[in-house]
């Protein structure tokens, strides 16, 4: 799916589904659960680290069915966090089932929101891809100085 209005029943900004409330926000383990932390690094080589961690992982768990599209949800998720959130902290990913939630800790607690940019603009576009390849993402602060922004994928 590449077009914008592909998923309109994605519940933006919504809460995580159980299971994965469960984990980022109650702390339980997840079954497979890979995390990649970027040490405050703010430079345009974080997203290629990120989509080779996303490969890398998933190619282990044998869930390259979703590769290419978690490698996109990804790389718009830590472009956000470096460009509006000060910085990506951490990227994590977790699979439960069919499901695989793609989770980025950024240092801001700034709510991302969706563009409406011109057909000449530049940016602003990320977060209506991750709208159309997931079917829910959503943002939540469980502790006090980071955001995590989530997105799900169902294989």
Same mark, same amino acid.
Request: with cysteine; glycine share 10%.
């Given at each position: 799916?590449? &077009?914008?209005?592909? #998923? =309109?029943?994605?519940?933006?900004?919504?809460? =995580? =589904?159980?299971?994965?409330?469960?984990?980022?926000?109650?702390?339980?383990?997840?079954?497979?659960?890979?995390?990649? =932390?970027?040490?405050? #690094?703010?430079?345009?080589?974080?997203?290629?680290?990120?989509?080779?961690? +996303?490969?890398?992982?998933?190619?282990?768990?044998? +869930?390259?069915?979703?590769?290419?599209?978690?490698?996109?949800?990804? $790389?718009?998720?830590? &472009?956000?966090?470096?460009?509006?959130?000060?910085?990506?902290?951490?990227?994590?990913?977790?699979?439960?089932?069919?499901?695989?939630?793609? +989770?980025?800790?950024?240092?801001?607690? &700034?709510?991302?929101? &969706?563009?409406?940019?011109?057909?000449? $603009?530049?940016?602003? !576009?990320?977060? !209506?891809? +991750?709208?159309?390849?997931?079917?829910?993402?959503?943002?939540?602060?469980?502790?006090? $100085?980071?955001?995590?922004?989530?997105?799900?994928?169902?294989?």
């Amino acid at each position: 799916m590449t &077009t914008f209005d592909a #998923r =309109p029943q994605a519940a933006i900004g919504s809460r =995580p =589904p159980g299971w994965l409330s469960s984990v980022l926000v109650d702390g339980h383990a997840g079954e497979f659960d890979a995390v990649f =932390p970027f040490h405050q #690094r703010i430079e345009p080589s974080c997203v290629a680290t990120a989509r080779r961690f +996303v490969d890398q992982t998933l190619t282990a768990w044998g +869930v390259m069915e979703v590769a290419f599209d978690a490698q996109l949800v990804v $790389s718009e998720l830590v &472009t956000n966090a470096m460009r509006h959130g000060g910085g990506v902290a951490q990227l994590r990913l977790l699979s439960h089932g069919a499901e695989l939630a793609c +989770v980025v800790a950024d240092h801001s607690h &700034t709510v991302p929101v &969706t563009a409406a940019p011109d057909v000449f $603009s530049e940016f602003g !576009r990320g977060l !209506r891809l +991750v709208d159309a390849l997931c079917s829910a993402w959503g943002w939540l602060s469980p502790s006090g $100085s980071r955001k995590l922004v989530w997105a799900v994928l169902v294989g």
